[in-house]
């Protein structure tokens, strides 16, 4: 009868607001309670998901940053436990040191950055924005970086493609994308930015002339700390969230981003955005 399905409900939603995802009604016909249970359901599915991916996330984290807190804690170690540790010893190991502390400042920086990407979930701070002077700014400021490692950017953008975006999010997802593209392209090489319009959408290509990227891990490398080559990407002073930025930048804008491998060899990342 009613009763008894509003008193299944009840239930259910009391467990439910004790952190018991796991439990599901079972309201049997198709009148409003039945669709009532169902969208229960579903809610505690949803709920399950997010504490798992939440749990992930602190996992992770705490992997991450004890890595380098391991490391850190092993040389400095080593440097008070040889009292006759001789300068240039202690020298190279205090260089190691100072690398491990880079490194956990550049991860910090980014969960910082992720936990502000949360926090701007919903909350709509889109504006009208042009493209192209900020990947033109991004260009700028990544030139240095290029230079010393002989790799070059050239870009063809063209102009007026406005997108409703926010700037600090735009300047983020390139950055990323061509700082990676100049990292994994290799010395000596070039990456290419392609800005235009296609189909009412606003679409930038980065190619690289690198290693590509495994198909296999083509969609993983944008989960967070996903690094296809652990080791590799360790000397390079990868952090494995650089990506995982960019999709939720992206996402935040209304937008796709899609990771590719060249023909011609290396990668190429196709970010598209809806034209204001
Ligand atoms: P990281 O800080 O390790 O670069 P990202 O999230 O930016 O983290 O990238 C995740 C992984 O994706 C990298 O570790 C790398 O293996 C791979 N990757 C990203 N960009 C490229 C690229 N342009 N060419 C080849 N591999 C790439």
């Known amino acids: 009868g009613l009763d008894t399905k509003v008193k299944a409900i009840i239930k259910s939603v009391k467990k ?3 952190g018991d995802y796991e439990n599901r ?11 009532l249970g169902n969208e229960l359901n579903e809610l505690c599915i949803i709920q399950l998901k997010t504490e798992e991916m939440r749990r992930r996330f602190v996992s992770d984290a705490s992997h991450e940053l004890h890595t380098p807190l391991a490391s850190i804690k092993l040389l400095s170690d080593s440097i008070l436990q040889t009292p006759d540790m001789g300068p240039e010893n202690i020298k190279e190991f205090l260089l190691d040191i100072n690398n491990e502390i880079d490194r956990l400042t550049r991860i910090s920086g980014k969960l910082l950055q992720i936990t502000r990407f949360d926090d701007l979930e919903g909350k709509t701070s889109l504006t009208p924005l042009d493209l192209k002077p900020i990947i033109d700014e991004v260009c700028r400021m990544l030139k240095p970086f290029a230079a010393a490692t002989n790799r070059k950017i050239r870009c063809e953008l063209a102009p007026d493609c406005i997108v409703s975006a926010n700037f600090d999010l735009v300047y983020q997802i390139f950055y990323n994308l061509i700082e990676n593209a100049l990292k994994y392209g290799g010395e000596n090489r070039t990456v290419y930015v392609y800005l235009y319009k296609r189909d009412g959408q606003a679409v930038v290509i980065v190619d690289d002339e690198g290693e590509g990227i495994p198909e296999d891990d083509l969609l993983k490398i ?28 992206v996402h935040h804008c209304n937008g796709t981003v899609e990771a590719q491998n060249r023909k011609s060899g290396g990668a190429r990342f196709i970010v598209k955005f809806p034209l204001h």
């Open 222 to 249: 944008f989960d967070r700390f996903y690094r296809v080559d652990k080791a590799r990407s360790r000397t390079t002073g990868g952090t494995g969230l650089g990506l995982s930025i960019v999709k939720s930048a």
């Open 16 to 18: 439910a607001k004790a």
């Open 25 to 35: 009604i079972e309201i049997k016909g198709n009148d409003e309670f039945a669709v």
